[in-house]
């Protein structure tokens, strides 16, 4: 169900933008996974709360905060390259599909344009979007800049669209509203994390979080918040303003 009154209901968005893990695909609980078996291949122990302050972060990025909450700094990159290695050899053994997504995404396809920004490398997201017959769906998928499986490969120009930096950086929904041919503001993203939302609210896309609402102050960082995608006012909404359908 929706979590809060439906903000955008006066509004129609021109493209719509989607995070990968957690969004589209279940791909948070193999990231976790994956961080227990690099930390255990080091003999390290994973700091209390590491899960949670992981989530949605650049694999890069988390490497580095791996090694530096155990006071490793000097394994950064073979944290790195162990995490991804181990991430790459789950979700190739068990992709799952978020609740509602195929059907949201169906339904939207063809209607608007589609894109997704993730802070995965391209070919897991690419990977993933394919086991669930969703990748065709997508007129573009933006990822940060770099050679994505080479954790030391920097930040060169992708898809022409020069450096495109990790979530939080609004670099990813910016590019990807832009390849859409649309201005940020007319563009909705779907983000289950709040290191997304904050990434798309400040590349001026309007932001529907997906997954239990936060406490607090948190919750406002978004438009709306729904449980799942399959939530039946945002469909009923969808259709509205979407396909126009009364």
Not at 45 to 65: I, N, Q, S, W
Not at 70 to 75: A, C, F, I
Request: charged share 20%; proline share 8%; glycine share 10%.
């Amino acid at each position: 169900m929706i979590t809060q009154a439906l903000s955008l209901s006066g509004w129609s968005p021109e493209a719509v933008v989607f995070d990968c893990d957690g969004t589209l695909v279940d791909n948070e609980r193999h990231w976790q996974e994956a961080r227990r078996r690099a930390f255990g291949a080091f003999g390290l122990t994973p700091p209390p709360g590491f899960a949670e302050r992981a989530k949605g972060v650049h694999y890069a990025d988390c490497g580095r905060l791996m090694a530096e909450e155990t006071q490793k700094p000097e394994l950064a990159a073979d944290l790195t390259r162990a995490l991804l290695e181990h991430f790459l050899a789950l979700v190739a053994d068990d992709p799952v599909t978020m609740p509602g997504a195929g059907e949201l995404v169906r339904l939207l396809s063809g209607r608007v344009p589609l894109a997704v920004a993730s802070n995965c490398p391209l070919e897991v997201v690419e990977e993933s979007l394919a086991q669930a017959g969703l990748l065709r769906h997508f007129q573009h998928i933006v990822v940060p800049s770099g050679t994505s499986l080479d954790p030391g490969g920097g930040f060169p120009p992708v898809n022409g669209a020069g450096i495109v930096r990790p979530k939080p950086w609004p670099d990813v929904y910016a590019t990807a509203a832009r390849l859409c041919g649309v201005r940020p503001g007319a563009a909705l993203a779907f983000e289950d994390s709040l290191t997304g939302v904050d990434s798309a609210c400040r590349a001026g896309l309007r932001v529907v979080g997906v997954g239990p609402r936060p406490t607090g102050e948190d919750a406002a960082r978004a438009d709306l918040w729904v449980e799942t995608l399959r939530a039946p006012d945002l469909l009923t909404w969808i259709r509205a303003r979407v396909l126009g359908q009364d």
